[in-house]
């Protein structure tokens, strides 16, 4: 399961600064460097700390890690929901990914003009809510319809739908996005075949100065307050920082530029946790002599769904799944030992992957 994320922003937020850095970043493992897929496609592994460890213990012929493909989505401006720049373009490229990174400027530069005359990161944010919002509405209004004269002839399903939709229509229109609904799964249901732009789960991405980069500043402040209503996570980034990270080989000049800064790890690793955090996602791992690997699940998968994202056979035919801990592999060091010890577990169709598991998949196809 590779993650799809979408940067969006107004022009000259430090968008394209952003993905740049993300395009020249060097990857952790040479075994999956950085690529891009098309100009504004790109993919990076994502540091795990915990494939380090596996990758001594195991000493296999390559480790693989997880991926999360950036999408660098172009042409947004207002009146992009009817076609203005490439708004038709920008639109589809938003339906096809999993989460919505919105970059937004919360930096002064008089050398880098705002299109709006003056920095303000709400009235970036709105700009762009509402073009996603006015194109919601266009696809709630046209099911409306068509839901409604269904009710009319007495389906009673279509009457549940038209209430469903009503509360979707009404929120767009007063400018919620339809991610900030209270709704149950059969809402969702309602709405599904819509695939609705603002009912992504978005991170917002302050792009701030050096200066600003540990506590923020009054520009986040007011970001920060705007977006609380959404529960969406606010992520401080300096793309300035970035970019020079991204050219940086050496792991120990890495630690020591971050130092310089009072940091710990780079802005894109940060925005990796969120974005996993934010699609409630895990990392599960497979070891063997051939090859370590981390796969990525949803937290709450079972076993069976684990095994499915190596191969449908796994799922299909699955028997049982062998489970270790990593805690148990650092002491034990081999697999022969963790079984002596009684420590690697074997668990049936119900068992829920946890964060960090070490599996192996017995099947029958």
Known sequence: MGLRCGIVGLPNVGKSTLFNALSNAKAESANYPFCTIEP????????????QILEELVNPKRVLPTIIEFVDIAGLVKGASKGEGLGNKFLANIREVDAIIHVVRCFDDENIV????????????DVIDTELQIKDLESIDKKLAKSERSAKSGDAAAKKEVVVLQRFKDALEGGQNARALEVTPEDLEAVADLQLLTIKPVIYVANVDEGSIQNGNAHVAALQAHVAQEGAEVVLVSAAIESQIAEMEDPEEKEMFLGEYGLTESGLNRLI???????????????????????TVHRGDKAPAAAGVIHSDFEKGFIRAEVIKLPDYQQYKTEAKIKEAGKMAVEGKEYVVQDGDIMHFRFNV
């Open 273 to 295: 946790r969120a974005s996993y955090s934010l699609l409630n996602l895990i990392t599960y791992f497979t070891a063997g002599v051939q090859e370590v690997r981390a796969w």
């Open 40 to 51: 504004n496609v790109g993919v990076i592994t994502v540091p795990d700390e915990r494939l």
């Open 114 to 125: 705002h299109v709006a005359g003056g920095v303000d990161p709400v009235f970036d944010k």
